[in-house]
């Protein structure tokens, strides 16, 4: 039977709470699959499991999968829809509460992936969640809002650059790698959407302090429209003009013109 009949007879309701749009598209499913090279000593994890379409083929590639999915109302579809597939196991709950690493314990493996088509509304904490938690994936694959997409691999002097740009390059290298459009889903969305590609970085840029280059990066962006003078009032305006000199740059440039180089070299400096 096919996934919508499931749904349909099982009742099911879209949820927008959720951000229920499903991705139905078989060749941009496969595409994201392919894109992620899993093996089978690879444990991948889902956030949003919908109606299981990335999750079947997800699990034909792997060695596990976990699913975090919110609604409950699925439970019953899923069960039937996946029925025969072995390696794929379940959690009924809001993946932004989960203690991920104590989630994948149990599992054996030499890889942690994620591959998502992630609900829009709150894509940056889940991504976040595991740099804060530690989790230490080789790559993140994930759909995203287009727009959002942009920002994740924004380069310095675009309008999309900002302090989760740098936040979030410090740890991967992103890459988007296409658009989709948002014909692909049901019920359909109001934007389009792109699937992004976080590799973990090999090597870090070398930072001395971590949370003075972060709080570093969080001021100088504080208002947008300000220069770094302005924005970093509490700072050694004198240490910091003399790093941005070295690279043509000074105190009444923005923020959105420093690459993530120049600010790690400013906060080693002052530290
Ligand atoms: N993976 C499916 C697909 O590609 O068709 C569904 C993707 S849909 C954009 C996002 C899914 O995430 C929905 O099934 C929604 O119920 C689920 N979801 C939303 N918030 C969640 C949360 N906090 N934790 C776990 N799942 C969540």
């Known amino acids: 039977m096919k996934i919508k009949e499931i749904l349909n007879e099982n009742k099911f309701v879209f949820k927008k709470k959720f951000g229920q749009n499903f991705l139905l598209d078989q060749n941009i499913l496969n595409n994201i699959v392919s894109l992620a090279n899993i093996t089978k000593d690879t444990l991948v994890i889902e956030i949003g499991v919908g109606a299981a379409a990335l999750t079947k083929k997800l699990s034909v590639v792997s060695k596990n999968v976990i699913g975090y999915e919110i609604d409950t109302t699925l439970k019953k579809p899923l069960e039937s829809i996946l029925s025969e597939y072995d390696n794929i196991d379940i959690i009924y709950d ?4 989960r203690d991920i690493k104590k989630d994948i314990k149990k599992y054996s493996f030499k890889h942690v992936m994620v591959v998502a088509n992630l609900p829009y509304y709150i894509t940056t904490p889940i ?13 993140i694959i994930v759909m995203v809002q287009n727009e959002v997409a942009n920002r994740f691999s924004a380069k310095p002097g675009t309008k999309s650059y900002n302090s ?9 290298d992103i890459k988007k790698a296409f658009t989709v459009s948002r014909n692909a889903f ?5 934007v389009d959407s792109a699937v992004v590609i976080f590799t973990k970085k090999i090597k870090k840029i070398k930072i001395l302090n971590e949370s003075l280059f972060f709080k570093l990066v969080k001021d100088s962006f504080d208002k947008k429209r ?3 003078k302005n924005n970093l009032k509490d700072y050694n305006l004198d240490k910091i003009n003399e790093v941005l000199n070295k690279h043509n740059k000074n105190i009444n440039n923005r ?3 420093i ?3 120049e600010f790690a070299e400013i906060s080693n400096f002052l530290t």
Do not use: G, M, S
């Open 186 to 190: 049901y019920p359909k969305p109001n």
């Open 255 to 257: 923020a959105e013109t």
């Open 259 to 261: 690459t993530i180089e």
């Open 127 to 139: 991504i976040t969640k595991f740099i804060n938690e530690k989790i230490d994936v080789d790559k």
């Open 226 to 228: 300000k220069t770094l």
């Open 94 to 97: 809001d993946f932004l509460n």
């Open 164 to 172: 989760l740009t740098i936040f979030l390059n410090y740890y991967f």
